[in-house]
Protein backbone atom coordinates (compact mmCIF):
# COMPACT_ATOMS: atom_id res chain seq x y z
CA UNK A 1 0.00 0.00 0.00
CA UNK A 2 1.50 3.32 -0.78
CA UNK A 3 0.75 7.02 0.31
CA UNK A 4 1.54 10.32 -1.17
CA UNK A 5 3.57 12.88 1.35
CA UNK A 6 2.38 16.32 1.50
CA UNK A 7 5.32 19.09 -0.09
CA UNK A 8 5.01 20.31 3.00
CA UNK A 9 6.94 18.04 4.93
CA UNK A 10 9.83 18.54 2.53
CA UNK A 11 12.25 19.40 5.20
CA UNK A 12 11.79 17.63 7.13
CA UNK A 13 12.46 14.51 4.84
CA UNK A 14 16.01 16.47 4.14
CA UNK A 15 16.79 16.62 7.70
CA UNK A 16 15.83 12.59 7.91
CA UNK A 17 18.07 11.83 5.03
CA UNK A 18 20.80 13.53 6.73
CA UNK A 19 20.16 11.53 9.97
CA UNK A 20 20.14 8.17 8.08
CA UNK A 21 23.03 7.48 7.77
CA UNK A 22 23.36 7.08 11.82
CA UNK A 23 21.54 3.82 11.63
CA UNK A 24 24.25 2.12 10.11
CA UNK A 25 26.19 2.80 13.54
CA UNK A 26 23.34 1.11 15.65
CA UNK A 27 24.53 -2.81 15.53
CA UNK A 28 20.86 -3.77 16.65
CA UNK A 29 18.95 -2.83 13.46
CA UNK A 30 22.22 -4.25 11.47
CA UNK A 31 21.37 -7.83 12.93
CA UNK A 32 17.65 -7.29 11.86
CA UNK A 33 18.17 -6.79 8.68
CA UNK A 34 20.72 -8.79 6.91
CA UNK A 35 19.46 -7.99 3.42
CA UNK A 36 20.32 -9.12 -0.19
CA UNK A 37 22.07 -6.91 -2.26
CA UNK A 38 19.27 -7.53 -4.74
CA UNK A 39 16.53 -6.03 -2.56
CA UNK A 40 14.35 -3.60 -3.96
CA UNK A 41 12.65 -1.00 -1.94
CA UNK A 42 9.44 0.81 -3.05
CA UNK A 43 7.94 3.70 -1.33
CA UNK A 44 6.48 6.95 -2.52
CA UNK A 45 9.11 9.99 -1.20
CA UNK A 46 11.64 9.69 -1.65
CA UNK A 47 11.77 6.76 -3.95
CA UNK A 48 14.44 4.28 -3.23
CA UNK A 49 15.66 1.26 -5.25
CA UNK A 50 18.68 0.54 -3.23
CA UNK A 51 22.05 -1.47 -3.27
CA UNK A 52 23.98 -3.25 -0.47
CA UNK A 53 23.47 -1.20 2.44
CA UNK A 54 20.90 1.57 1.30
CA UNK A 55 18.56 -0.19 2.80
CA UNK A 56 19.69 0.54 6.29
CA UNK A 57 19.23 4.24 5.22
CA UNK A 58 15.69 4.23 3.47
CA UNK A 59 14.95 2.64 6.87
CA UNK A 60 16.00 5.29 8.91
CA UNK A 61 14.36 8.03 7.09
CA UNK A 62 10.79 6.17 7.80
CA UNK A 63 11.26 5.26 11.39
CA UNK A 64 12.36 8.67 12.53
CA UNK A 65 9.70 9.85 10.73
CA UNK A 66 7.58 7.83 13.40
CA UNK A 67 8.43 10.61 16.10
CA UNK A 68 8.60 13.22 13.26
CA UNK A 69 5.24 14.98 14.09
CA UNK A 70 1.29 13.69 14.80
CA UNK A 71 0.60 14.06 10.54
CA UNK A 72 3.58 11.74 9.93
CA UNK A 73 3.46 8.11 8.28
CA UNK A 74 5.86 5.11 10.13
CA UNK A 75 5.94 2.03 8.78
CA UNK A 76 5.35 -0.73 10.63
CA UNK A 77 6.94 -4.16 9.67
CA UNK A 78 4.98 -7.69 10.96
CA UNK A 79 5.45 -11.32 10.70
CA UNK A 80 3.08 -12.08 8.48
CA UNK A 81 3.17 -14.52 5.31
CA UNK A 82 1.82 -11.69 3.26
CA UNK A 83 1.38 -7.85 2.58
CA UNK A 84 3.14 -7.59 5.50
CA UNK A 85 4.49 -4.29 5.00
CA UNK A 86 1.98 -1.36 4.99
CA UNK A 87 1.48 2.14 6.29
CA UNK A 88 -0.26 3.21 9.20
CA UNK A 89 -0.88 7.21 10.27
CA UNK A 90 -0.53 8.57 13.71
CA UNK A 91 -3.76 10.38 14.03
CA UNK A 92 -6.30 9.89 17.48
CA UNK A 93 -7.71 6.97 17.88
CA UNK A 94 -11.82 6.64 18.85
CA UNK A 95 -14.22 4.46 20.23
CA UNK A 96 -13.05 0.97 18.87
CA UNK A 97 -10.16 1.80 21.35
CA UNK A 98 -12.24 1.89 24.06
CA UNK A 99 -13.22 -0.63 26.88
CA UNK A 100 -17.22 -1.30 25.34
CA UNK A 101 -17.02 0.75 22.60
CA UNK A 102 -17.42 -1.86 20.13
CA UNK A 103 -19.72 -3.02 22.02
CA UNK A 104 -21.94 0.05 21.81
CA UNK A 105 -21.63 0.49 18.65
CA UNK A 106 -22.83 -2.81 17.77
CA UNK A 107 -26.20 -2.41 19.68
CA UNK A 108 -26.94 0.66 17.59
CA UNK A 109 -26.33 -0.92 14.97
CA UNK A 110 -28.59 -3.93 15.62
CA UNK A 111 -31.29 -1.88 16.84
CA UNK A 112 -31.50 0.24 13.74
CA UNK A 113 -31.29 -2.40 11.16
CA UNK A 114 -31.16 -6.24 12.56
CA UNK A 115 -33.31 -6.62 15.04
CA UNK A 116 -36.84 -8.59 14.47
CA UNK A 117 -39.19 -11.38 16.71
CA UNK A 118 -39.73 -12.80 13.26
CA UNK A 119 -36.09 -14.09 13.42
CA UNK A 120 -34.52 -16.29 16.59
CA UNK A 121 -30.84 -15.42 16.21
CA UNK A 122 -31.89 -11.07 15.67
CA UNK A 123 -34.95 -11.48 18.60
CA UNK A 124 -33.09 -9.30 20.89
CA UNK A 125 -29.29 -8.21 21.42
CA UNK A 126 -28.72 -10.72 23.96
CA UNK A 127 -29.38 -13.13 21.73
CA UNK A 128 -27.23 -12.02 19.05
CA UNK A 129 -24.32 -11.53 21.86
CA UNK A 130 -24.01 -14.49 22.00
CA UNK A 131 -23.41 -15.72 18.26
CA UNK A 132 -20.01 -13.03 18.30
CA UNK A 133 -16.62 -13.83 18.36
CA UNK A 134 -14.44 -14.90 21.31
CA UNK A 135 -11.04 -15.80 22.31
CA UNK A 136 -10.32 -19.00 23.73
CA UNK A 137 -8.42 -19.29 27.00
CA UNK A 138 -6.87 -22.35 28.67
CA UNK A 139 -8.19 -22.50 32.35
CA UNK A 140 -10.21 -19.00 31.87
CA UNK A 141 -13.52 -17.89 30.25
CA UNK A 142 -13.16 -17.07 26.97
CA UNK A 143 -12.44 -13.37 26.47
CA UNK A 144 -15.75 -11.41 24.42
CA UNK A 145 -13.97 -9.30 21.16
CA UNK A 146 -16.51 -7.23 20.84
CA UNK A 147 -15.96 -6.15 24.80
CA UNK A 148 -12.28 -5.51 24.32
CA UNK A 149 -10.59 -2.08 22.55
CA UNK A 150 -9.03 -3.11 19.47
CA UNK A 151 -6.05 -0.90 19.27
CA UNK A 152 -5.94 0.13 15.08
CA UNK A 153 -4.94 3.62 13.87
CA UNK A 154 -8.44 5.85 12.46
CA UNK A 155 -6.42 5.97 8.60
CA UNK A 156 -5.79 2.15 8.78
CA UNK A 157 -9.05 1.03 9.85
CA UNK A 158 -10.68 3.28 7.34
CA UNK A 159 -8.88 1.75 4.35
CA UNK A 160 -9.59 -1.62 5.81
CA UNK A 161 -13.44 -0.91 6.25
CA UNK A 162 -13.13 0.42 2.59
CA UNK A 163 -11.27 -2.85 1.24
CA UNK A 164 -14.46 -4.84 2.98
CA UNK A 165 -16.97 -3.19 0.81
CA UNK A 166 -15.66 -2.67 -2.77
CA UNK A 167 -18.37 -3.80 -5.42
CA UNK A 168 -17.36 -6.32 -7.75
CA UNK A 169 -18.80 -7.26 -10.87
CA UNK A 170 -18.20 -10.95 -10.26
CA UNK A 171 -18.83 -12.64 -6.85
CA UNK A 172 -16.03 -12.50 -4.88
CA UNK A 173 -14.65 -14.17 -1.72
CA UNK A 174 -12.77 -11.56 0.49
CA UNK A 175 -10.37 -13.02 2.59
CA UNK A 176 -7.84 -12.39 5.48
CA UNK A 177 -4.80 -14.87 5.62
CA UNK A 178 -3.06 -14.35 9.25
CA UNK A 179 -1.44 -16.30 11.95
CA UNK A 180 -3.34 -17.46 14.70
CA UNK A 181 -4.18 -14.36 16.87
CA UNK A 182 -3.37 -11.97 15.41
CA UNK A 183 -6.38 -10.04 15.56
CA UNK A 184 -8.34 -11.19 12.52
CA UNK A 185 -11.47 -12.52 13.97
CA UNK A 186 -11.67 -9.26 15.86
CA UNK A 187 -11.00 -6.88 12.71
CA UNK A 188 -13.92 -7.77 10.92
CA UNK A 189 -16.56 -6.79 13.08
CA UNK A 190 -14.48 -3.74 13.73
CA UNK A 191 -14.67 -2.82 10.10
CA UNK A 192 -18.08 -4.07 9.72
CA UNK A 193 -18.78 -0.86 12.31
CA UNK A 194 -16.47 1.46 10.89
CA UNK A 195 -17.78 1.16 6.66
CA UNK A 196 -21.55 1.85 8.04
CA UNK A 197 -20.12 5.46 9.43
CA UNK A 198 -17.90 5.70 6.36
CA UNK A 199 -21.21 5.17 4.28
CA UNK A 200 -20.66 4.56 0.55
CA UNK A 201 -17.87 5.16 -2.16
CA UNK A 202 -19.84 7.66 -4.46
CA UNK A 203 -22.89 5.00 -4.58
CA UNK A 204 -20.53 2.20 -5.66
CA UNK A 205 -19.48 0.27 -2.24
CA UNK A 206 -21.51 -1.90 -0.48
CA UNK A 207 -23.79 -0.82 2.57
CA UNK A 208 -23.51 -3.69 5.37
CA UNK A 209 -26.81 -3.50 7.64
CA UNK A 210 -26.40 -7.05 8.95
CA UNK A 211 -23.46 -8.84 10.31
CA UNK A 212 -23.51 -12.50 10.62
CA UNK A 213 -20.01 -14.65 12.26
CA UNK A 214 -20.51 -18.46 11.20
CA UNK A 215 -17.06 -20.19 12.92
CA UNK A 216 -15.93 -23.44 12.09
CA UNK A 217 -13.93 -24.40 14.93
CA UNK A 218 -12.96 -22.97 18.50
CA UNK A 219 -14.86 -19.91 19.65
CA UNK A 220 -15.53 -21.22 23.36
CA UNK A 221 -16.84 -24.35 21.78
CA UNK A 222 -19.82 -22.45 19.51
CA UNK A 223 -18.72 -23.80 16.05
CA UNK A 224 -20.68 -25.77 13.32
CA UNK A 225 -19.16 -29.00 13.33
CA UNK A 226 -17.40 -30.28 10.38
CA UNK A 227 -17.69 -33.02 7.54
CA UNK A 228 -14.85 -35.76 7.71
CA UNK A 229 -13.65 -36.65 4.25
CA UNK A 230 -13.57 -40.61 4.91
CA UNK A 231 -18.10 -39.66 5.42
CA UNK A 232 -17.77 -37.92 1.64
CA UNK A 233 -16.64 -41.00 0.49
CA UNK A 234 -18.90 -43.55 1.98
CA UNK A 235 -21.45 -41.17 0.80
CA UNK A 236 -20.04 -42.29 -2.82
CA UNK A 237 -19.51 -38.67 -3.28
CA UNK A 238 -16.48 -39.44 -5.76
CA UNK A 239 -17.54 -36.43 -8.19
CA UNK A 240 -16.26 -32.84 -8.02
CA UNK A 241 -19.67 -31.45 -8.42
CA UNK A 242 -21.25 -33.56 -6.15
CA UNK A 243 -18.81 -32.88 -3.27
CA UNK A 244 -19.29 -29.17 -4.21
CA UNK A 245 -23.27 -29.59 -3.86
CA UNK A 246 -22.69 -31.14 -0.86
CA UNK A 247 -20.89 -28.24 0.47
CA UNK A 248 -23.76 -26.07 -0.44
CA UNK A 249 -26.13 -28.13 1.39
CA UNK A 250 -24.14 -27.88 4.37
CA UNK A 251 -23.52 -24.19 4.38
CA UNK A 252 -27.26 -24.09 4.24
CA UNK A 253 -28.41 -26.15 6.89
CA UNK A 254 -25.41 -24.13 9.17
CA UNK A 255 -26.91 -20.82 8.11
CA UNK A 256 -30.21 -22.26 9.32
CA UNK A 257 -29.46 -23.34 12.24
CA UNK A 258 -27.66 -20.41 13.52
CA UNK A 259 -30.10 -17.67 12.07
CA UNK A 260 -33.43 -19.64 13.12
CA UNK A 261 -32.75 -22.16 15.68
CA UNK A 262 -30.28 -20.08 17.43
CA UNK A 263 -27.99 -23.27 17.42
CA UNK A 264 -24.85 -24.58 15.67
CA UNK A 265 -24.49 -27.98 13.73
CA UNK A 266 -22.95 -30.95 15.50
CA UNK A 267 -23.69 -33.67 13.09
CA UNK A 268 -24.07 -33.30 10.10
CA UNK A 269 -26.47 -35.49 8.59
CA UNK A 270 -26.16 -36.54 4.99
CA UNK A 271 -29.54 -35.63 2.61
CA UNK A 272 -30.51 -38.49 1.22
CA UNK A 273 -30.81 -36.84 -2.03
CA UNK A 274 -28.46 -34.24 -3.20
CA UNK A 275 -29.89 -31.41 -4.55
CA UNK A 276 -28.31 -29.45 -7.40
CA UNK A 277 -25.88 -26.42 -6.39
CA UNK A 278 -28.45 -24.26 -8.21
CA UNK A 279 -31.42 -25.21 -6.27
CA UNK A 280 -29.91 -25.58 -2.80
CA UNK A 281 -28.93 -21.72 -3.48
CA UNK A 282 -32.38 -20.47 -4.53
CA UNK A 283 -33.56 -21.90 -1.73
CA UNK A 284 -30.71 -20.50 0.54
CA UNK A 285 -31.42 -16.94 -1.08
CA UNK A 286 -35.36 -17.88 0.44
CA UNK A 287 -33.78 -18.00 3.79
CA UNK A 288 -31.28 -14.84 3.68
CA UNK A 289 -34.16 -12.67 2.55
CA UNK A 290 -36.15 -13.80 5.90
CA UNK A 291 -33.45 -13.14 7.75
CA UNK A 292 -32.97 -9.78 6.06
CA UNK A 293 -36.21 -8.02 6.51
CA UNK A 294 -35.92 -5.47 8.26
CA UNK A 295 -33.82 -4.62 5.89
CA UNK A 296 -34.30 -6.09 2.54
CA UNK A 297 -32.34 -3.75 0.64
CA UNK A 298 -29.47 -3.78 2.40
CA UNK A 299 -26.17 -5.99 2.69
CA UNK A 300 -25.42 -9.35 4.75
CA UNK A 301 -21.55 -9.36 5.87
CA UNK A 302 -21.29 -13.40 6.69
CA UNK A 303 -17.58 -13.56 8.64
CA UNK A 304 -16.70 -17.42 7.48
CA UNK A 305 -13.89 -18.24 10.94
CA UNK A 306 -11.57 -21.35 10.22
CA UNK A 307 -12.94 -22.29 6.80
CA UNK A 308 -10.65 -25.07 6.60
CA UNK A 309 -12.60 -27.43 9.18
CA UNK A 310 -15.46 -27.39 7.11
CA UNK A 311 -14.07 -30.26 5.64
CA UNK A 312 -10.56 -31.60 4.37
CA UNK A 313 -12.05 -31.75 1.15
CA UNK A 314 -11.55 -27.79 -1.19
CA UNK A 315 -14.17 -28.96 -3.63
CA UNK A 316 -16.95 -29.27 -0.58
CA UNK A 317 -15.52 -25.90 0.78
CA UNK A 318 -15.49 -24.43 -2.55
CA UNK A 319 -19.04 -25.45 -2.53
CA UNK A 320 -19.92 -23.96 0.59
CA UNK A 321 -18.44 -20.68 0.05
CA UNK A 322 -19.97 -20.32 -2.89
CA UNK A 323 -23.63 -20.65 -2.38
CA UNK A 324 -23.38 -17.80 -0.30
CA UNK A 325 -20.81 -15.46 -2.29
CA UNK A 326 -23.07 -15.97 -5.43
CA UNK A 327 -25.83 -14.85 -3.62
CA UNK A 328 -27.01 -10.93 -4.53
CA UNK A 329 -26.85 -8.47 -1.08
CA UNK A 330 -24.35 -10.85 0.48
CA UNK A 331 -20.40 -10.38 0.61
CA UNK A 332 -18.77 -13.19 2.21
CA UNK A 333 -15.44 -12.71 4.31
CA UNK A 334 -13.32 -15.43 5.24
CA UNK A 335 -10.85 -15.39 8.00
CA UNK A 336 -7.74 -18.28 8.52
CA UNK A 337 -4.10 -18.89 8.68
CA UNK A 338 -4.51 -19.78 4.80
CA UNK A 339 -6.50 -18.99 2.00
CA UNK A 340 -9.89 -19.80 0.65
CA UNK A 341 -9.96 -22.40 -1.78
CA UNK A 342 -11.04 -20.31 -4.78
CA UNK A 343 -9.24 -19.02 -7.82
CA UNK A 344 -7.84 -15.95 -7.67
CA UNK A 345 -8.86 -12.32 -8.94
CA UNK A 346 -9.76 -12.50 -12.98
CA UNK A 347 -11.13 -15.63 -12.84
CA UNK A 348 -14.70 -16.04 -15.08
CA UNK A 349 -15.59 -18.41 -11.39
CA UNK A 350 -16.31 -17.27 -8.22
CA UNK A 351 -12.71 -15.66 -6.63
CA UNK A 352 -11.07 -14.75 -3.47
CA UNK A 353 -9.94 -11.27 -3.28
CA UNK A 354 -7.44 -10.90 -0.17
CA UNK A 355 -7.72 -8.21 2.54
CA UNK A 356 -4.30 -7.31 4.34
CA UNK A 357 -4.86 -7.99 8.35
CA UNK A 358 -4.68 -4.95 10.32
CA UNK A 359 -1.98 -3.73 11.96
CA UNK A 360 -1.40 -2.77 16.05
CA UNK A 361 -1.55 0.77 16.89
CA UNK A 362 1.89 0.38 18.66
CA UNK A 363 2.04 3.98 19.62
CA UNK A 364 -1.44 3.87 21.40
CA UNK A 365 -0.06 0.63 23.22
CA UNK A 366 3.42 2.54 24.03
CA UNK A 367 1.59 5.35 25.79
CA UNK A 368 -0.84 2.81 27.64
CA UNK A 369 1.93 0.66 28.85
CA UNK A 370 5.35 2.12 28.85
CA UNK A 371 6.86 4.78 31.21
CA UNK A 372 8.29 7.01 28.72
CA UNK A 373 8.30 10.27 30.53
CA UNK A 374 11.42 10.45 31.33
CA UNK A 375 12.79 9.95 27.79
CA UNK A 376 13.48 13.27 26.21
CA UNK A 377 12.10 13.30 22.75
CA UNK A 378 13.63 16.69 22.20
CA UNK A 379 16.84 15.14 21.77
CA UNK A 380 17.21 13.25 18.53
CA UNK A 381 19.37 10.53 19.42
CA UNK A 382 16.27 9.78 21.95
CA UNK A 383 14.05 10.30 19.26
CA UNK A 384 15.74 7.99 16.67
CA UNK A 385 15.95 5.12 19.11
CA UNK A 386 12.18 5.22 20.43
CA UNK A 387 11.00 5.30 16.73
CA UNK A 388 13.22 2.03 16.15
CA UNK A 389 11.62 0.72 19.75
CA UNK A 390 8.57 1.38 18.02
CA UNK A 391 8.89 -0.82 15.45
CA UNK A 392 10.87 -3.92 17.32
CA UNK A 393 7.93 -3.83 19.90
CA UNK A 394 5.62 -4.20 16.80
CA UNK A 395 7.37 -7.24 15.65
CA UNK A 396 7.71 -9.01 19.56
CA UNK A 397 3.49 -8.10 19.70
CA UNK A 398 2.71 -10.14 16.71
CA UNK A 399 4.99 -13.12 17.78
CA UNK A 400 3.90 -13.09 21.56
CA UNK A 401 0.32 -13.05 20.37
CA UNK A 402 -1.93 -9.77 20.18
CA UNK A 403 -4.77 -11.23 21.64
CA UNK A 404 -2.14 -11.42 25.19
CA UNK A 405 -2.85 -7.84 25.53
CA UNK A 406 -5.94 -8.57 27.00
CA UNK A 407 -4.46 -11.51 29.19
CA UNK A 408 -3.19 -10.94 32.83
CA UNK A 409 0.19 -12.34 33.48
CA UNK A 410 0.83 -13.13 29.72
CA UNK A 411 4.30 -13.43 28.48
CA UNK A 412 3.54 -9.82 26.66
CA UNK A 413 2.79 -8.51 30.66
CA UNK A 414 6.43 -9.77 31.25
CA UNK A 415 7.79 -7.96 28.20
CA UNK A 416 6.57 -4.45 29.47
CA UNK A 417 7.45 -5.02 32.91
CA UNK A 418 10.92 -5.43 31.31
CA UNK A 419 11.09 -2.58 29.30
CA UNK A 420 9.48 -0.89 32.05
CA UNK A 421 12.16 -1.65 34.34
CA UNK A 422 14.87 0.07 32.12
CA UNK A 423 12.81 2.97 31.03
CA UNK A 424 12.42 3.88 35.30
CA UNK A 425 15.20 6.23 35.06
CA UNK A 426 15.81 6.89 31.84
CA UNK A 427 17.12 10.31 32.69
CA UNK A 428 20.22 8.32 32.91
CA UNK A 429 21.86 7.40 30.47
CA UNK A 430 18.79 7.36 27.88
CA UNK A 431 20.69 6.03 25.12
CA UNK A 432 21.67 3.21 26.50
CA UNK A 433 18.26 2.01 28.19
CA UNK A 434 16.26 2.89 25.03
CA UNK A 435 18.91 0.43 22.98
CA UNK A 436 18.47 -2.40 25.89
CA UNK A 437 14.79 -2.03 25.66
CA UNK A 438 15.02 -2.73 21.53
CA UNK A 439 17.19 -5.52 22.44
CA UNK A 440 14.77 -6.96 24.58
CA UNK A 441 12.18 -6.73 21.74
CA UNK A 442 14.42 -8.00 19.05
CA UNK A 443 15.20 -11.13 21.24
CA UNK A 444 11.38 -11.76 21.69
CA UNK A 445 10.70 -11.80 17.60
CA UNK A 446 14.20 -13.28 16.39
CA UNK A 447 14.42 -16.65 18.89
CA UNK A 448 13.24 -19.25 16.31
CA UNK A 449 14.29 -16.92 13.25
CA UNK A 450 18.20 -16.81 13.44
CA UNK A 451 19.61 -17.11 10.13
CA UNK A 452 16.60 -17.29 8.19
CA UNK A 453 17.09 -14.20 5.88
CA UNK A 454 14.85 -15.16 2.97
CA UNK A 455 12.05 -15.11 5.77
CA UNK A 456 13.23 -11.67 6.11
CA UNK A 457 12.98 -10.51 3.37
CA UNK A 458 9.29 -12.07 2.46
CA UNK A 459 8.23 -10.27 5.76
CA UNK A 460 9.78 -6.83 4.76
CA UNK A 461 8.60 -7.37 0.86
CA UNK A 462 5.57 -9.35 1.39
CA UNK A 463 4.91 -12.75 -0.63
CA UNK A 464 2.28 -12.22 -3.65
CA UNK A 465 -1.40 -13.27 -2.88
CA UNK A 466 -0.32 -16.20 -6.17
CA UNK A 467 2.67 -17.10 -5.03
CA UNK A 468 2.86 -21.25 -4.54
CA UNK A 469 3.81 -20.73 -0.89
CA UNK A 470 0.65 -20.21 -0.06
CA UNK A 471 -1.40 -22.33 -2.84
CA UNK A 472 -4.10 -25.04 -1.33
Known amino acids: MRRSISSSRAEGFSRCQKLSHRISRLPYLHRMLKLSPAFSWRHDAPRYKPKQGCVLAALASLWFLACWDTESFVRYIIPHRRDAVRLAATDDTRWWCERGGVNRKLRDCFEEQMQTDAVALLKDYETYMASLPM???????????????????????????????????????????????????????????????QGTM???????????????????????SGVDEEELMNANCKSTKLRVALGASYMR?????????????????FPNRIQSFKKTARNLQQDVCEFMRRSLNGVLLVHVDEHRSMCPDPAFRRGALRALAELPGVQVLATYTDIPPLPA???????????????????????????????????????????TLRVTLGLALQKLLLAALHFQF???????????GQLLHANVNVKRRLENCIELCNRKWTDDRAGKIEGLIDLLCGIRED?????E
Open 135 to 197: RERSMRKPLKLYELPFYVKESALNSFAMGMKVYEQRPTVAYIAAPSHSGKSASVLVGFLRSRE
Open 202 to 224: DGQGLEFTHYLYMPFANNGGNFH
Open 253 to 269: DCFRAQAFEKEYVDDWI
Open 345 to 387: QKSSETSRRPIPCLLPDVETIMEQRLQLECVDLENEAALLRVA
Open 410 to 420: SDIDKLFDELN
Open 467 to 471: SMEVQ
